[in-house]
């Protein structure tokens, strides 16, 4: 085999030699193109990583749900099936949320699963910092800029050829592109990530600070044949494959024996991060019940802003944002619970989308921080049941609400796309999803200090997690 033959089927792989491992670079400078369609990209990538698409389409990061067993029952859970109280549900408004997605062209409930080149390389593997489908083409299905067939999408055409002969390993901006964007843009979703985490200062984040650990994200959720650990958070807070601080850390890491002495019931998160969206605002409550057709109403009226975040959008309603948020605490055993589409509600109360499992008697349990998002969504009031309507569409969609204003029209389209029954009567119900608090790790000098939760203004509700009051008072 000649020299070059060699590197390139080398290239991406250690070796080991004198007792020292090497990494031998990827070199993708012989792809030429010209590429039609996104999917020669793939194809192309598969002459040499003949297996990477079968090991992506095993992932949760393309069929966007797992397995999970969830208080007992075993379900399928994830993106594509459940309710949330951000855009609401996945099916009959896929081309906007599958901007985000690892594949090309899922538009409807008919994409093929099964096709290895609908597998999008380049947007975990772009190393040119280009590649942003969600950010250029935000309801391209999918694909980039240039294949969408939407005009306003495909006006700058991404050059497919010079950024596949860049790919390379992924960066936290591949990642971040996607889950720091989340929800409709830049820190909405979860709070602890966002696209501050690219460079985050040591005072953010220790583990990703150029300054600090520098840490790219697979240094933590470790990847193997393209199964990323961790990824079983994708909804409810649990699951088969968790990150923990311990896969890094001693269970008792501290100096002074009465700080490890809280290890064994509060987890490492709850201290070492004091709180989250420290950089940019966070969305914490999203009302929809508010939102109304453009119809008659000026310019000014149909988006207001406030200290530079929209709190009010004719198309989806009232936002609250917050900055420098103190977590809600809440016991934790990795495990958690969801609401299951179609399941009954109490509408005169909170429903929780999904939620932490654990309990102050439950010796696998510890004390752990999250991002309560709240909010106001439609239910079918006649069945009473979570609604699932179809929001996005073709200007002249007749069912979308963003094409037609008309809730009853939305929420026909949608249930059936979800095989559920509209009663034709609709109403407003209070929701919560917790997200796990797990990024923007402080420096040890910035953590909690005792006073923080045992003071006379403690941030903890002790009560709430189970005790008469502080324990330290005992």
């Not at 489908?133 to 050059?159: I, L, Q, R, S």
């Amino acid at each position: 085999m000649a020299k070059k033959e060699l590197m390139m089927a080398l290239a991406g792989s250690t070796i080991l030699a004198c007792g020292t491992a090497y990494a031998i670079p990827a070199d993708h400078a012989d792809i030429t193109g010209p590429f039609a369609t996104p999917m020669e990209v793939t194809a192309t990538c598969l002459e040499c990583h003949e297996d990477a698409s079968m090991e992506v389409m095993k992932t949760s990061h393309w069929t966007w749900q797992k397995e999970q067993v969830i208080e007992g029952k075993k379900v399928s859970r994830g993106k594509a099936n459940v309710i949330n109280n951000f855009c609401i549900v996945y099916p009959s408004n896929y081309a906007r949320c599958s901007s985000c997605h690892v594949g090309y062209g899922w538009k409807d409930a008919n994409f093929d699963f099964s096709d290895p080149t609908r597998v999008d390389c380049l947007a975990c593997h772009d190393t040119t910092g280009t590649y942003n489908k969600p950010g250029h083409a935000p309801a391209g299905a999918g694909m980039p800029p240039g294949f969408t067939g939407n005009e306003k999408f495909d006006k700058n055409p991404y050059d497919l050829v010079a950024i596949a002969q860049n790919a390379g390993e992924p960066s936290r901006k591949n990642c971040l592109i996607c889950h720091a964007n989340g929800g409709g843009g830049n820190a909405v979703k979860h709070g602890d990530i966002d696209m501050s985490l690219v460079k985050p200062s040591t005072d953010l984040d220790v583990h990703m600070s150029p300054e600090g650990n520098d840490f790219s994200c697979q240094e933590c959720h470790k990847t193997d044949k393209h199964s990323i650990k961790g990824d079983a958070l994708l909804v409810s807070p649990g699951g088969d494959n968790p990150v923990t601080c311990l896969d890094c850390h001693d269970a008792e890491p501290h100096e002074k024996k009465a700080l490890n002495k809280h290890t064994a019931r509060v987890a490492c998160q709850t201290c070492h991060i004091p709180a989250f969206a420290r950089h940019y605002a966070t969305k914490m409550n999203w009302d929809w019940s508010t939102a109304k057709s453009p119809e008659g109403m000026t310019e000014e009226q149909k988006t207001i802003n406030e200290d530079g975040h929209p709190v009010y959008n004719f198309m989806k309603g009232s936002f609250v944002y917050e900055k420098d948020v103190i977590p809600e605490y809440h016991w934790y055993n990795g495990t958690g619970g969801a609401y299951t589409i179609g399941d009954k509600i109490d509408p005169t109360k909170e429903t929780r989308l999904n939620y932490p499992l654990g309990s102050k008697n439950d010796p696998n349990s510890r004390i752990a921080p999250f991002k309560a998002h709240r909010g106001t969504q439609i239910y079918d009031k006649g069945n009473n049941i979570l609604g699932a309507p179809k929001l996005f569409g073709s200007p002249k969609d007749p069912d979308a609400y963003w094409a037609q204003y008309d809730w009853n029209k939305a929420m026909e389209a949608g249930m059936k796309e979800n095989g559920l029954t509209y009663s034709g009567e609709y109403g407003w119900a209070k929701t919560v999803t917790y997200w796990p608090t797990n990024h923007m790790v402080a420096p040890a000098k910035n953590a909690l200090k005792c006073n923080d939760c045992h003071g006379k203004n403690g941030r903890l509700d002790w009560e709430a997690l189970g005790y008469k009051g502080d324990p330290r008072k005992k």
